[in-house]
């Protein structure tokens, strides 16, 4: 479509040189357009309504990146063989989003091209992964290399500064930890996603990772601020499906309120803890996957390889990429929390307790026992009293004399009461006694 400087019957008039606006592949950025339950009344007012925001680009690419006002879509300018790629990229991404629409890799929203002077500027349309209403503490880009991945000195002197792989394994050399469920979650949508990229044939992506550490101090801080510049920037309650972090790996109606209370606005960001046991609210996604393994990049890799270690230098074939790039999310950037074990100590005191729980058990089923012991004792020395008495008033069966093998038995088991109970054994005495005086 041409956009005239005067206007015409389809387009207002501006103050700017003509210039021509082209759209590439409509039908099919529609259609994932509403798989995200994206409203084409919601999408062109995010993206025309007011004025973009320009953001710093910290990669070599020379891209320029712009996000919209309600902090919903990001637009990057994008080179023409990258356009080209995305456009041969579309039948296999569709078919990748319509069988799994939550994942961690760039959702396309549309690719457009304006022409003006002789010049083409192509800008793709995609999801925003930092949410700026929350502040991001740190941000890093990750891949997996360890070849010349750390932050220039330019760029640390910026005020969000973009940090790389080895000031990551400077700075959380620890990693970032998890529970089960999410970890395993996580681990699941960047091998799928990993796997599809290298069906794909593409290499040289980052995980894009922005962490928030949840503090008293900073939620008290930034709670008024944030709250007013979302209420302000999100009208009509717009909302993407599935474009923040935690619904991206688990779905919608994940929030992460396992730590943080129910006045933190998450913005959907997956709940983490460091090494410090600080509360984290991580942001992620995988971004620069326009970058096919093709002459230039295999040139570029034997190059380096040449001079430096290969398997240290960001590009790489497709394979070999994925699991380096798996390899190094797992072992050290995303780790599992482990079940606490019992500590010797705690096991001793668990035993001395089951110990003694054990012991009364016992040595109220030998009082019972006792008891009922006793009982028979009584009787018995009654039996053998009458007894007596009817033989020694008699003087007629002189041979017949009571033994006494109940008392040595009474004995006995007062000896094994005794090592169990003193206060049975006092008991026990006392009616022994009476026993031998009757």
Not at 38 to 57: G, M
Not at 65 to 91: C, G, Y
Not at 109 to 116: E, K, P
Not at 334 to 350: E, I, M, T
Request: aromatic share 10%; hydrophobic share 35%.
């Amino acid at each position: 479509i041409f956009v005239f400087s005067e206007g015409s019957n389809l387009t207002p008039a501006h103050h700017y040189p003509d210039f021509r606006f082209k759209t590439y592949a409509p039908l099919a950025f529609r259609y994932f357009r509403e798989l995200f339950g994206i409203k084409p009344d919601d999408y062109l007012y995010s993206i025309c309504s007011e004025p973009l925001i320009e953001l710093s680009n910290p990669g070599a690419s020379g891209s320029l990146f712009f996000v919209t006002s309600d902090d919903e879509f990001i637009i990057k300018t994008v080179q023409h063989k990258e356009a080209e790629f995305l456009q041969k990229l579309l039948p296999g991404y569709y078919m990748n989003l319509n069988q799994n629409p939550r994942t961690l890799l760039p959702k396309f929203y549309g690719l457009y091209c304006v022409q003006s002077g002789g010049i083409n500027i192509r800008i793709v349309v995609m999801n925003n992964v930092l949410p700026r209403a929350l502040k991001m503490h740190f941000t890093y880009d990750l891949k997996g290399s360890t070849y010349k991945r750390r932050a220039s000195r330019k760029e640390r002197e910026k005020s969000n500064p973009t940090f790389k792989d080895l000031d990551f394994l400077q700075d959380t050399h620890e990693g970032l930890y998890f529970d089960s469920e999410t970890h395993s979650a996580l681990m699941k949508t960047l091998q799928r996603d990993c796997r599809v990229l290298e069906s794909f044939k593409i290499m040289d992506y980052s995980l894009l990772l922005g962490i928030h550490i949840l503090n008293s101090y900073m939620k008290e801080k930034e709670g008024e601020s944030s709250q007013s510049a979302s209420d302000a920037k999100r009208p009509g309650g717009q909302k993407v499906l599935y474009s923040t972090a935690m619904e991206s790996i688990q779905g919608p109606g994940k929030s992460g309120d396992s730590i943080t209370t129910e006045t933190t606005n998450t913005m959907g960001g997956i709940p983490a803890k460091s090494h410090k046991g600080e509360k984290l609210l991580l942001f992620m996604g995988i971004i620069d996957i326009l970058q096919s393994y093709r002459l230039m990049k295999k040139l570029e890799h034997s190059w380096k390889a040449l001079v430096y270690d290969g398997d240290t230098v960001s590009v790489h074939r497709p394979s070999f990429y994925a699991d380096r790039f798996l390899k190094f999310m797992n072992t050290r950037v995303f780790k599992k929390v482990q079940a606490l074990k019992s500590s010797p100590s705690k096991k001793r005191c668990n035993s001395i307790t089951a110990l003694k729980a054990t012991s009364q058990e016992i040595v109220c089923a030998v009082s019972q026992e006792w008891k009922d012991e006793k009982h028979g004792i009584l009787a018995e020395g009654q039996s053998y009293a009458s007894l007596d008495e009817e033989v020694l008033g008699s003087h007629q069966r002189p041979d017949l004399v009571p033994s006494t093998p109940s008392l040595f038995e009474a004995a006995s088991l007062a000896t094994t009461i005794s090592s169990s109970s003193l206060n049975v054994d006092e008991h026990y005495q006392r009616d022994q006694h009476m026993l031998y005086s009757s």
